[in-house]
């Protein structure tokens, strides 16, 4: 292998690559590795650590074909300090090492042969679903947080992504929250889709995604288990999980005893402010709403108390129709959904205070958010 790219893309190339690479204490050293192959007149990128993997395509001038596998820390960190310039990559097949040349910089990295890199497999067009990429930036970012991080219960660290007709929707929840997205597919599909992808895989291609305009490619083959999201110059594949996700949808509240209409910023500045004192009190929350006989001019109260270190209260105006009620919340999970609504209100629908809370940006109806009531202790 013999060829030239800049060091900027290559730089660029590691960085997007570099989460699925295996950590050091991996039991296959090859997976703590990079791949660098020639590839029809560009450089592939890749990394795996069996369960995520990416490829990603920069520019080259290839000289010779060729492929090897390099450690990814000592590779990343070295071309990250490199100076803007032309970097010259150059294979000593007998040794298995490979000349990083740049500017006056001369280096020597050791590899491991190619061959003992796993597959990781690249996009095949036939059957694939596409989707806006402004479209699955909105849906990962209103669900991918709100799946468990806990392994206990594997299926809840992913996302349920159902796919029919038109419309893509994804649900995510840790058992205590519930968050569903949907949105339209850039093209219609005649068989309808179902598959369960790790959260974390989600986050990843939310990342990479950018500012990308052309619309993503999802494919799924069933037979390995395996989804593959194609971007430009950029192949993220995973594992799904082989488990059923919970029926979660009878969760959606269906009706309501009280409606109250606030300011999102307000109410995301209140829940901040209470945070600082509900984090020394299990992150409970007391949310009282009040309701006026008129509906406008109704008041919810923003509470929380630290026995050692104090209480904080904010009252906020809000427009509110039905019954008094005060429920308790994790603060945590309030902040978290008030940061990805995108609406200057948000409504916040209850029943019972040992009902969940029902979340919506008002006037947007594509994205519904549930949150289980916390039991509040005596006033």
């Not at 690249?122 to 679903?129: K, M, N, R, T």
């Not at 009620?325 to 205070?353: R, Y």
């Amino acid at each position: 292998m013999k060829l030239s790219c800049l060091q900027e893309n290559l730089a660029k190339a590691l960085n997007i690559v570099g989460r699925a690479v295996a950590p050091r204490t991996a039991t296959l050293p090859v997976l703590t590795h990079i791949l660098l192959a020639s590839d029809n007149g560009r450089l592939r990128v890749s990394a795996t650590n069996l369960e995520l993997g990416v490829n990603c395509w920069i520019g080259a001038k290839v000289e010779d074909e060729g492929a090897i596998t390099l450690p990814a820390r000592t590779l990343t960190e070295l071309v990250s300090l490199l100076p803007s310039d032309r970097i010259d990559l150059e294979l000593n097949n007998r040794t298995q090492a490979v000349r990083v040349h740049c500017s006056k910089t001369d280096t020597n990295i050791k590899g491991i042969d190619a061959q003992e890199f796993p597959i990781v497999p690249i996009f095949d067009p036939e059957g694939a679903i596409y989707v806006h990429a402004d479209v699955l930036r909105k849906l990962i970012a209103k669900t991918v947080f709100a799946a468990a991080t806990d392994e206990s219960r594997p299926m809840l660290t992913g996302v349920l992504i159902r796919m029919n007709e038109n419309r893509i929707t994804l649900f995510a929840s840790d058992g205590f929250r519930l968050s569903v997205c949907s949105g339209q597919l850039a093209q219609p599909i005649t068989e309808p889709r179902q598959v369960l992808v790790p959260a974390k895989t989600l986050a990843e291609v939310g990342r990479i995604v950018g500012d990308q305009q052309v619309p993503v490619a999802i494919a799924i083959t069933p037979a390995r288990g395996q989804i593959l999201f194609h971007l430009e110059n950029i192949d993220v594949v995973s594992q799904l999980i082989d488990q059923k996700f919970p029926e979660v949808e009878a969760l959606i509240p269906k009706k309501y005893e009280t409606l109250t209409v606030l300011n999102t910023a307000d109410l995301l500045k209140a829940c901040k402010q209470a945070s600082i004192f509900a984090r020394d009190a299990s992150d409970v929350v007391r949310v009282r709403i009040t309701p006026s006989e008129a509906g406008e001019g109704s008041t919810v109260d923003i509470a929380a108390r630290a026995d050692e270190k104090g209480d904080n209260m904010n009252e906020l105006e809000a427009s509110c129709t039905g019954v008094p009620i005060e429920i308790g919340f994790n603060v945590k999970f309030l902040i978290d959904v008030l940061s990805v609504i995108e609406t200057p209100q948000v409504s916040l629908s209850t029943v019972t205070p040992k009902s969940p809370g029902l979340f919506k940006g008002l006037g947007d109806e594509s994205f519904q958010h549930i949150v289980m009531p916390i039991n509040l202790p005596k006033s």
